[in-house]
């Protein structure tokens, strides 16, 4: 992409008006609903935990939430038990980011299986088969970029808060949709903007960028802290908490108005039963 030309105005975070928090829902490509990252959640919370305990470098976290959202986007929620789907995009992505890894020692990690025996062999078939329909979903095609070193790049007075703020972004995006919506570099950018916003260092960065897109921008930042009110999450940079507290906020208020309704559980993996693979079309 063209750099800007001029340095450009640069709009700023507050409580009650923001870049990010007046994006307006006609931006379909950043409307996520809040439900999906109800699972999404689950997912990346079991990819971190087959990750963390395998010790396997963190971009493979990155690398199976992408596959898992690209099923996602293809296939729905309900194609796949959710956490059958996170443990073929996390045995997939593994061996992607040249790991040797075992399914087994994977699916003893997610279902809590003995290593030998019937039970171990049936969730082996049907992560197997999931991870066959997830190869037909990515056509085959498994390369994921993590531009990590363009954060750097960005940041390149090495600021602490800035940082750190913005690597950390980074990995919790991959709870959210945004890698099946917008460009990895798009993404980075735009983390280190708010980043860089919280911290007040924006002009700092300002040359740096390459997004020409405002619109874009602001809807990617928009999804990312509808994401960490999700998650409960938090920055530790108070002008952008200030800005997930209020969201935080809203959404209760919205959520007190509507009518109740009954809650089922959808696709919740258990290994009391005996597991029904999923279909290859």
Same mark, same amino acid.
């Given at each position: 992409? =063209? ?15 923001? #870049? ?13 609903? $809040? ?10 919370? $079991? ?11 963190? =971009?493979? +976290? ?7 959202? &690209?099923?996602? #986007?293809?296939?729905?929620? /309900? ?15 593994? /061996? ?19 290593? +030998?025996?019937?039970?171990? %062999? ?16 990515? /056509? ?12 750097? %790049? ?28 917008? #460009?990895?570099?798009?993404?980075? %950018?735009?983390?280190?903007?708010? !980043?860089?916003?919280? =911290?007040? @260092?924006? *002009? ?6 390459? &997004?020409?897109?405002? %619109? ?7 999804? $990312?802290?509808?994401?960490? +009110?999700? $998650? ?19 959404? @209760? *208020?919205? *959520? ?12 919740? !993996? ?10 290859? *079309?």
């Amino acid at each position: 992409m =063209a750099g800007f030309t001029e340095t450009p105005s640069w709009p700023s975070l507050s409580c009650e008006q923001s #870049s990010a928090a007046a994006v307006s829902v006609s931006y379909s490509p950043f409307v996520v609903e $809040m439900s999906y990252y109800t699972i999404a959640i689950q997912a990346y919370s $079991m990819t971190r935990y087959v990750v963390e305990n395998l010790r396997l470098d963190s =971009a493979v +976290v990155g690398t199976a939430m992408t596959y898992w959202h &690209i099923f996602v #986007s293809v296939h729905g929620l /309900k194609k796949v038990d959710e956490i059958v789907l996170s443990a073929a995009c996390t045995f997939l992505a593994s /061996k992607v980011e040249h790991h040797k890894v075992r399914l087994s020692d994977i699916v003893a990690l997610v279902f809590e299986v003995d290593p +030998v025996g019937g039970v171990m %062999e049936s969730w082996r078939d049907v992560v197997g088969q999931a991870e066959l329909l997830l190869c037909y979903t990515l /056509k085959f095609n498994f390369q994921v970029i993590h531009p990590v070193n363009r954060i750097n %790049e960005l940041v390149f007075d090495g600021n602490k808060a800035v940082l750190e703020c913005a690597q950390r972004l980074f990995l919790l995006s991959f709870v959210t949709p945004l890698c099946t919506r917008a #460009s990895a570099e798009e993404i980075v %950018e735009a983390l280190v903007y708010l !980043a860089a916003d919280g =911290a007040e @260092r924006l *002009e700092v960065y300002a040359n740096g960028f390459n &997004i020409t897109s405002s %619109e874009r921008r602001d809807g990617i930042i928009s999804v $990312m802290l509808d994401a960490l +009110v999700a $998650m409960r999450k938090t920055t530790k940079l108070p002008k952008i908490d200030n800005v997930i507290s209020a969201r935080r906020k809203r959404l @209760r *208020e919205q *959520e007190s108005t509507r009518p109740s309704v009954a809650c089922s559980s959808v696709g919740t !993996a258990s290994t009391d039963n005996t597991p029904c693979a999923p279909s290859v *079309e």
